[in-house]
């Protein structure tokens, strides 16, 4: 059984810092491209950010200057470090990985999503 499981959410004020993590656990044969998205109640869930296995990353742009991505291979672990945050940014944020379980195939895993609310 694999999983993702993130942490790092919370109650922030406005121009304040967050870092999200989202580790990898269970059966893992290899990790593909993880990321993020992030959901607001009644919309669609919008692109933040990518990381390629090399750690190449791709950033949405309106987001690029505030929010890095990382990634630590050898922790199964993705990061997203979130400075100058504003009140705009309140979402519940979700972690994906594309993996391959050791003796299956390749998919989608997602995370059950951490809360980040920032405060004016």
């Known amino acids: 059984q694999v999983q993702l499981v993130e942490s790092g959410g919370g109650l922030v004020q406005a121009g304040g810092s967050l870092r999200l993590s989202c580790a990898a656990s269970g059966s893992i044969g290899e990790i593909g491209q993880m990321g993020w998205y992030r959901q607001t109640q009644g919309q669609e869930r919008d692109f933040v950010a990518s990381?390629?296995?090399?750690?190449?990353?791709n950033v949405n742009g309106a987001l690029e200057d505030r929010f890095t991505i990382s990634r630590d291979n050898a922790k199964s672990t993705l990061y997203l470090q979130m400075n100058n945050l504003k009140p705009e940014d309140t979402a519940v944020y979700y972690c994906?990985?594309?993996?391959?379980?050791?003796?299956?195939?390749?998919?989608?895993?997602w995370g059950q999503g951490t809360q980040v609310t920032v405060s004016s």
């Open positions: 990381i390629n296995t090399a750690g190449m990353p």
């Open positions: 994906y990985a594309g993996l391959r379980p050791v003796g299956g195939n390749w998919d989608n895993y």
